[in-house]
């Protein structure tokens, strides 16, 4: 189990919030809104109504002995900034901040946010991916380049082989890490491991060879 602290109970920040907790994780809930720590007071493990730019707020807190501290202040910028700014400098781990424009972003990676979402952006690039390639279920990046992508078996050419056979890495860049079976059965990709149709692969790779490679297997 792991401690959180959650800065605003928007749309974003309240659904991390049921997330951690539903994991069971601890979860600090602060916002200036009465209404809205009400809905989470049975929910989070500790709420607050207080304002997060307000350092005594984040000092009483104890910020710095989470796990992790997640701003989630889309809407109010100068708020976000601040708020980020005195968590990092109070010494916080793990600082994932919510920006809703090109600018925020901007001035929260200077701060020194350790991650910054765009909720709308980032589920809109993934809807996008989606659409233009289906086959790839899931994508998760690990770099500029380079991603990580859930791709299922449905070429009958592949059926049977091992990976050693299949050839992937040599014909199509990209490593198999792990392979799941239709009955449930999985496996790290080895030399010797067969995939046969309808298996799910996990692939690492440049997200152009992936692209590539989820049109032929
Ligand atoms: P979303 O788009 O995810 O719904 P919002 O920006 O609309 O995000 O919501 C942010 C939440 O943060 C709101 O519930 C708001 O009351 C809260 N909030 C805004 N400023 C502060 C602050 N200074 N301290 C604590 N909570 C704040």
Same mark, same amino acid.
């Given at each position: 189990?792991?401690?959180?602290? /959650? ?5 974003? +920040? !309240? !659904? ?10 601890? %979860? /600090? ?45 889309? *809407?109010? %910028? ?24 090109? /600018? ?10 350790? *991650? ?31 991603? $990580?992508?859930?791709?299922?078996? *449905?070429? !009958?050419? $592949? ?24 009955? +449930?059965?999985? !496996? ?14 996990? /692939? ?14």
């Amino acid at each position: 189990m792991k401690s959180f602290c /959650v800065i605003g109970l928007g749309r974003f +920040g !309240s !659904s991390v919030v049921l997330s951690l907790v539903k994991n069971g994780h601890e %979860v /600090v809930a602060i916002d200036t809104d009465a209404k809205k720590i009400d809905d989470y007071k049975d929910i989070a493990t500790h709420v607050m109504i207080a304002d997060a730019t307000d350092e005594r707020v984040l000092k009483n807190v104890e910020i710095d002995k989470f796990d992790g501290v997640v701003v989630a202040i889309g *809407k109010n %910028v100068q708020a976000s900034i601040l708020t980020t700014m005195i968590v990092i400098e109070a010494g916080a781990k793990n600082v994932v901040a919510k920006a809703t424009t090109d /600018v925020q972003i901007k001035v929260l990676t200077k701060i020194g946010a350790d *991650k910054i979402i765009q909720p709308e952006k980032d589920a809109g690039e993934r809807v996008a991916d989606n659409l233009a390639h289906p086959d790839i279920s899931e994508y998760l990046d690990l770099s500029d380049d380079y991603s $990580f992508a859930k791709i299922i078996v *449905k070429n !009958s050419k $592949f059926n049977g082989l091992t990976l050693f056979q299949a050839n992937l890495t040599q014909d199509y860049h990209v490593n198999v890490a792990f392979v799941k079976k239709a009955d +449930g059965s999985a !496996s790290i990709g080895r030399h010797n491991t067969k995939i046969v149709l309808d298996d799910v692969l996990y /692939v690492v790779g440049t997200k152009a060879d992936i692209e590539k490679f989820s049109e032929i297997i």
